[in-house]
């Protein structure tokens, strides 16, 4: 079934430590997009990638970093986590950057202790 | 600066209809986009609006007003799998979403 999936599912990370979160989609979509999602609040963007070897920097990018090698893949990294990173991080894609549809990945839910 | 307002939480009995605001500003419009996220889940997509005017698809629809800042989300014939948060996003100049903090809606029977 043709999609995004995300991994881990959750993950329970120390203070300090570096964390990958990773991303697929095999949709051939050109745009893919990284958001948080804290109580109380709308979704956050905190990067994103036009096309594969492009990326740009959202509302929220600092203590993020992310790549796009190819197409499929858009990893996030955390390079020393901390508390206020707890959150849950959704994966998205779309055909464009422009005005098409973002589809989302199931989620991973990070605890910073 | 931009801003998306909805309200918190909504209530409604199983088989009515709910409507859902949403008021928005943004720099530059590109469209407003509706979303449905069950707890737990990821939100999915519900609708589009760019022009003014109501758009039906089954039993929910959507209407915007590009001169008033407004959407709003309509819901007819409400079942209980309908209980679910409704995000309402608004795209920017630079087609990026700026989202809502979204509506918990509660059916109840």
């Known amino acids: 079934i043709a999609g995004i999936t995300q991994a881990p599912t959750s993950q329970i990370l120390a203070a300090g430590r570096r964390m990958t979160l990773r991303c697929t989609q095999d949709?051939?979509?050109?745009?893919m997009y990284w958001y948080r999602q804290d109580l109380g609040l709308g979704l956050r963007l905190i990067h994103y990638?036009?096309?594969?070897?492009?990326?740009g920097k959202g509302e929220v990018p600092d203590g993020y970093s992310v790549s796009r090698a190819n197409t499929d893949d858009f990893p996030l990294t955390l390079a020393s986590a901390v508390p206020s990173q707890t959150s849950v991080y959704f994966c998205?894609?779309?055909?464009?950057?422009?005005?098409?549809?973002?589809?989302f990945g199931p989620g991973t839910r990070l605890t910073v202790l | 600066g931009q801003n998306i307002d909805q309200p918190t939480e909504m209530t409604a009995t199983e088989g009515a209809i709910v409507q859902i605001n949403c008021t928005y500003q943004t720099s530059g419009f590109n469209g407003l986009f509706w979303y449905q996220q069950h707890a737990g889940e990821a939100p999915t997509f519900l609708s589009y609006?760019?022009l003014d005017g109501l758009e039906e698809k089954g039993r929910f629809s959507s209407f915007l007003s590009r001169s008033k800042g407004y959407s709003y989300l309509l819901l007819k014939e409400l079942q209980m799998k309908d209980s679910a948060s409704y995000l309402c996003a608004s795209m920017d100049s630079n087609y990026q979403l700026i989202w809502g903090a979204g509506t918990k809606l509660i059916i109840k029977p």
């Open positions: 609006n760019v």
């Open positions: 990638s036009n096309t594969a070897g492009t990326t």
């Open positions: 998205a894609s779309s055909e464009s950057d422009t005005t098409d549809t973002q589809y």
């Open positions: 949709m051939r979509h050109n745009a």
